[in-house]
């Protein structure tokens, strides 16, 4: 098929706006069916993603579609993961296209995950169709959607498409937008092969399966093919397109949006991003905007049961073996026993394997409060990488700490802009400019510590401009920082599970965060327990729980035997979920709350 008649195209879209309904109407259009088996699986392993929000491992389809000038059109939907924290493969995905969908719904109008997805398909230079979707719901307000795609976004809203994924209409008016508007795959040149590494999965049975869209040259079953960014050479055993399942094709050409399968081991070896091209003929450049991903943030993970150790180690195997941004490696801590030490590319990452440890591998775990990755100079000239708190040298050896620092590029309506400036000084953030993108929203810049965003920034910025508010950021390099090991010792033993870096102009307010925190959820116990948090031996906040001798029958009246024993069972079933410090029991619940509340 010739490459005019290529369309290569992704959706973008705000949560529940109906990207995934749209999607499915697109293939129905096309009678590119789903395979119903393997999508109620697909879909069933991402319930995690999508109560999030966000998709991180989707393919692809390719569907064909006969458009109204007669012509026989090939269609490459390509899908994004929606969050910040992949934004980078959110970029090389919308690099792969030359145009976007971007789908609003008309009930709740342009929201923020719209507005950051749109910058960054205009920084790809896609041809952007606004489609306005639910126009059956009564409360559609299809002319305010339009007023905010020209006046927010500053997008044609003659060429909004308005839409009903659910009720299957304007399907066919969107397919024509696409053929019509977006632009056709341009050769950069036959003499080299280039494909572009947008993603990679790893499939069971048939090891790493590489997604790429080729830019120039073909792609040929047999042929030797070489990654750029490693110099890894690797011969193709298979190429093919997405129909939703992998279909094989003889060859892949300048234009087309498929996968590769080679003989790489894992999905580490595949980086995202990365240039394919022949081995004999190397082009001489490899295609812009790659980028090595490193985690960013670090925490520990442990079993609640020491037991547990051995199938967790299997578990974090399993999981990195199709996430190749996710890390990790034994470590031990005096409090939490065995485990490991994890890496992600941000907060949301994190949760995500988490919570997939308990869902998928039904693992009970702890994690430890993130951390960020610490240069710390000693006075004896030695450099030293920090990236858990108990290992920071003692004060006296350390002559300077440096914190990693990000560029973060915050979007405002702006009545919120004096909140939004206060917010991120309390962040120790220093604003280094403001513009006005439009009557209506102002975007500002800052240099911050990556630690200081961690946490609750987002769910701040969310609640300071009720959604409206958007961030992206990127890395800006290490500054020298007044920086502070603080320890909470419950019982008079530190517990290194809560040990935290900060900044010593916060110390004290965490400190007192923490140690009420931990009395808070801490039970009760036969003798008095101390909470204090102290820096190099110095206590700064402190807390006392009073000693109680709980019987846990005592509710019971009568003889209600069962009752009693289910209590008693129940006391048992939560006993299990101790962790003990010391003398003192204290519930996984405690660690989990304490270490989400920061
Ligand atoms: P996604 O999160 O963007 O993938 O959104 P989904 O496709 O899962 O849709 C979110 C919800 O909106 C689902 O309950 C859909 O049934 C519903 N929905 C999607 N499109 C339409 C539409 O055109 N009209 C109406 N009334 N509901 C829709």
Known sequence: MSIELTRNFSIIAHIDHGKTTLSDRLMGATNTVAQRDEKAQLLDSMDLERERGITIKSHPVTMSYKAKDGKTYKLNLLDTPGHVDFSYEVSRSLAACEGALLLVDASQGVE??????????????????????KVDLPSADVARCKRQLEDILQLSADEAVPASAKMGIGIIDILESVVR?????????????????FDSIFDAYRGVVTYVRVFSGTIVRGQKIRMMSTGLDYEVKEVGVFRPKMFAMDKLEVGDVGYLIANVKTTADVKIGDTVTEMRRPAPEALPGFKEIHPLVFSGIYPISSDDFESLKMAVGKLQINDAAFTFMAESSAALGFGFRCGFLGLLHMEI????????????????????????????????????????????????????????FLMVPNEYIGDMMQLVMDKRGQVEHTETLDDNRVMLQSLIPLNEILVDFNDKLKSITRGYGSMDYEHA????????????????????????????????????????????????????????????????????????????????????ISRKRKLLEKQKEGKKRMKSIGKVNIPQEAFIQVLKSG
């Open 112 to 133: 923020a995950q719209t507005v950051a997805n749109l910058n960054l398909a205009m920084q790809q230079n896609l041809y952007v169709i606004p489609v306005i979707n």
């Open 181 to 197: 508007l977006v632009p056709a795959p341009v050769s950069l040149g036959e003499d080299y092969l280039r494909a572009s590494v």
């Open 353 to 408: 394997i988490q919570e997939r440890l308990r869902r998928e591998f039904n693992m009970d775990v702890i994690s430890t409060y993130p951390s960020v990755i610490y240069e710390v100079k000693k006075t004896n000239g030695e450099e030293m990488i920090v990236d858990n708190p108990s290992f920071l040298p003692s004060v006296q050896v350390i002559e300077e700490i440096r914190e990693p620092m990000v560029k973060i």
């Open 477 to 560: 390099g290490y500054q020298p920082a007044d920086l502070v090991k603080m320890e909470m010792l419950i019982a008079g033993d530190p517990v290194d599970a809560f040990a935290c870096i900060v900044h010593r102009s916060k110390a004290e307010a965490r400190g007192r965060a923490l140690a009420a925190k931990l009395k808070e959820v801490i039970p009760q116990q036969l003798f008095v327990v101390s909470i204090q948090a102290a820096i190099g031996g110095k206590i700064i906040a402190s807390e006392r729980i009073s000693a109680l001798r709980k019987d846990v029958t005592a509710k019971c009246y009568g003889g209600d």
